[in-house]
């Protein structure tokens, strides 16, 4: 069974400041994919970056990357230069070969500060 | 652009009601899904469907069924719902594509159950 683990519940940070949000997941399958989602507060779900796990190289998308640790079974989002608009809930998710379904985490709380 | 709509932003019932919440999507995508989501818990897989009158049960499936009589409609019915089915409900769909095959998600539907 897969498993997403988000233990930061919420985080503050400065306006163009950088931001690290943690993701670790436990899956058996070697092939799988990694996703991060936005929820602002009128509550869509957006897509942001996309990371599978043969992959080279870490994902990146704009002010978005990915940090990529694959033996540690983790994925953390790196938010670079923060805005006042990334103050949302953030979603780590993953997908393996064998599923049709995305697996959440239980989200990080994002503020950005003025 | 990809379009998944659900029928109510909001929506307040009394227990024992039965309820359902519709799902459109307009991208002829083969994977609906329905999620849960919770303070702390993220999102939970209800119910999905791969295909018209396919749908398997997700992490919780008790107390919902779901209808998916035509490609681009997938249903969520609550036969009798409680107060512990006030939550705020998510659509999703997808292509049956490979690993990185991105989910999209409707507004979400927030119910309360008096």
């Known amino acids: 069974a897969q498993k997403i683990t988000q233990t930061q519940p919420g985080m503050f940070v400065q306006e163009k400041e950088a931001v690290t949000l943690d993701c670790t997941y436990d899956?058996?399958?070697?092939?799988?994919?990694l996703f991060w989602y936005k929820q602002p507060s009128s509550g869509e779900m957006i897509f942001l970056i996309y990371?599978?796990?043969?992959?080279?190289q870490n994902a990146t998308e704009g002010r978005y990357s990915l940090n990529f640790q694959k033996a540690r079974k983790s994925a953390n989002l790196v938010i670079s230069a923060s805005q006042l608009g990334d103050s949302a809930m953030y979603f780590c998710?993953?997908?393996?070969?064998?599923?049709?379904?995305?697996?959440f985490g239980a989200g990080t709380t994002v503020t950005v500060r003025a | 652009d990809v379009k998944v709509t659900q029928s109510s932003r909001y929506l307040v019932k009394r227990t024992g009601e039965k309820v359902f919440l519709e799902c459109v999507q307009d991208?002829?995508?083969?994977?609906m899904f329905w999620y849960r989501q919770d303070p702390g818990l993220g999102l939970r897989l209800i119910y999905f469907?791969?295909?018209?009158?396919?749908?398997e049960k997700g992490d919780i499936p008790e107390g919902y069924s779901v209808s998916r009589e035509k490609k681009e409609r997938f249903s969520l019915i609550l036969e009798s719902a409680s107060t512990n089915q006030t939550s705020m409900y998510l659509c999703?769909?997808?292509?049956?594509?490979?690993?990185?095959?991105?989910?999209?998600f409707g507004q979400g539907t927030r119910l309360t159950v008096v």
């Open positions: 899956t058996s399958d070697p092939s799988y994919g």
């Open positions: 991208m002829d995508h083969e994977n």
């Open positions: 999703a769909s997808s292509f049956q594509g490979g690993l990185n095959t991105e989910a999209f």
């Open positions: 998710a993953m997908r393996d070969r064998n599923d049709y379904k995305l697996s």
């Open positions: 990371q599978g796990s043969y992959d080279q």
């Open positions: 469907s791969y295909d018209v009158k396919m749908k």
